[in-house]
């Protein structure tokens, strides 16, 4: 059954403390993404990956950390220096993240995971 | 970043009527989206489009990318309660670049 896992599906945490929020697909997707979703906000992009061992900043950056070791995996690391921490996080992947043939660009979603930091 | 403007924002529905909602943009793109979202979990692709005038069917829903390239459309007709949810529209500039969401448009249906 291919698709994409997120774990944990709640994640509560201490202010100040870093966290890690697993993103793992077994779909042989190229590119992987991860967004923050606030209320009343469109998703907005943290970072992405087009392939492995590379990845590149989205829009807010800042305070995040990722990694991308192997090809079905893509943590996300929320560290002590992000002022808002708490919202849901979705992770995405693609077959390719850029290229002519356009369907491999539509991106497939996780289950998210919801951060609160107390 | 740049967002696209989805309208409505919320919509509150009889079971069986049609529902019509759009997303626009400033920029002109050649691929929409279209996800629906239920709270709590993970956007689930419902439709994606990839020429202008582009008119494509998933069930009950159908899409259409504009012509002017800058907006697309969804329709939902003989709306159901499973149909509640928020639905996002995403698009994309060119062929090398990130998808750009809307805020989303809530759907409630009354039974």
């Known amino acids: 059954d291919g698709g994409i896992t997120q774990s944990p599906k709640y994640l509560f945490r201490k202010e100040g403390q870093n966290v890690t929020l697993s993103c793992e697909q077994n779909?042989?997707?190229?590119?992987m993404y991860w967004y923050r979703q606030d209320p009343g906000q469109g998703l907005r992009l943290i970072y992405y990956?087009?392939?492995?061992?590379?990845?590149q900043k989205g829009d807010i950056a800042e305070g995040y950390s990722v990694s991308r070791e192997k090809k079905e995996s893509f943590p996300l690391t929320v560290t002590s220096a992000q002022k808002n921490p708490t919202a849901f996080y979705l992770c995405?992947?693609?077959?390719?993240?850029?290229?002519?043939?356009?369907?491999?660009?539509?991106?497939?979603f996780g289950p998210g995971t919801r951060l609160t930091v107390l | 970043g740049q967002q696209l403007n989805q309208s409505p924002q919320s919509m509150f529905i009889q079971e069986g009527e049609d529902v019509s909602m759009n997303c626009t943009s400033s920029?002109?793109?050649?691929?929409w989206l279209w996800y629906k979202q239920e709270p709590g979990e993970g956007p689930v692709l419902l439709i994606a489009?990839?020429?202008?005038?582009e008119l494509t069917s998933n069930g009950r829903l159908t899409a259409q990318f504009g012509i002017t390239r800058k907006d697309s459309f969804l329709n939902i007709s003989a709306s159901i309660p499973s149909d509640v949810g928020i639905y996002l529209c995403?698009?994309?500039?060119?062929?090398?670049?990130?998808?750009?969401f809307g805020k989303g448009t809530k759907l409630s249906v009354k039974p």
């Open positions: 995403a698009g994309m500039r060119g062929s090398q670049g990130n998808l750009i």
């Open positions: 990956s087009q392939i492995v061992n590379d990845f």
């Open positions: 995405a992947s693609s077959i390719r993240g850029q290229g002519a043939v356009l369907h491999y660009n539509e991106q497939f």
């Open positions: 920029s002109i793109f050649n691929t």
């Open positions: 779909l042989n997707h190229d590119a």
């Open positions: 489009l990839y020429k202008a005038g």
